[in-house]
T-cell receptor
């Protein structure tokens, strides 16, 4: 298994509070991704990174920001959490672009916004 | 809107049966991924393909670019194959490394 961890694994928070999820990899992979998974929608890309300090938006990026200051860590921040951001969040990594290589997924973080 | 459709949504089989899960997409793609999500929630990549066929153990993935269709086959199915199988594509027109996912096929294999 690829060395990829997510923290926290579970979190309950209140509407309006900031939340930061961390994805950490030990594989030195260039690409890192944040997805959310919701019933009826499947997996959807929030943001991804193609290198340190290089990030791009996915299809559901509103309300989320990301940062990647070093290769191994990719942070997802909800500046002011809303109930619609209750979801399961997955981080993934890959050595190359999705046209060339599969992705390795982290274990997921369950976030409940009350 | 570019779409990925999977069929069936739910599939129940008896152990030993041959299983086929289908994925269709609306416009041209650069590559297609098949993923497996275990009952506990973990996600594993099974295949990435852009043409032809790939095989790994009892799993076979095929793609027909002209028909915009891919299939995932499982031979001699086993209860441990019970999982959600997800198809994902990267559109030709997409810049960057963005995947678009289908909603998944829930497979249950009974002993």
């Amino acid at each position: 298994d690829a060395g990829i961890t997510q923290s926290p694994r579970h979190k309950v928070t209140e509407t309006g509070t900031p939340v930061t999820l961390r994805c950490h990899q030990t594989e030195n992979h260039r690409y890192m991704y944040w997805y959310r998974q919701d019933p009826g929608h499947g997996l959807r890309l929030i943001h991804y990174s193609y290198g340190v300090k290089d990030t791009d938006k996915g299809e559901v990026s509103d309300g989320y920001s990301v940062s990647r200051s070093k290769t191994e860590d990719f942070l997802l921040t909800l500046e002011s959490a809303t109930s619609s951001q209750t979801s399961v969040y997955f981080c993934a990594i890959s050595g190359r672009d999705s046209r060339q290589e599969t992705q390795y997924f982290g274990p997921g973080t369950r976030l409940l916004v009350l | 809107k570019n779409e990925v459709e999977q069929s069936p949504q739910n599939l129940t089989a008896q152990e030993g049966e041959f299983i086929t899960i289908n994925c269709s997409y609306s416009v041209g793609i650069s590559a297609l991924h098949w993923l497996q999500q275990h009952p506990g929630g973990g996600i594993v990549s099974l295949f990435m393909l852009s043409s032809g066929k790939k095989k790994h153990g009892r799993l076979i993935a095929t793609i027909n670019i002209q028909e915009k269709h891919s299939s995932l086959h499982i031979t001699a199915s086993h209860p441990r194959d019970s999982a959600v199988y997800i198809c994902a594509v990267i559109w030709v027109e997409t810049s960057g490394s963005r995947l678009t996912f289908g909603e998944g096929t829930q497979l249950t294999v009974n002993p």
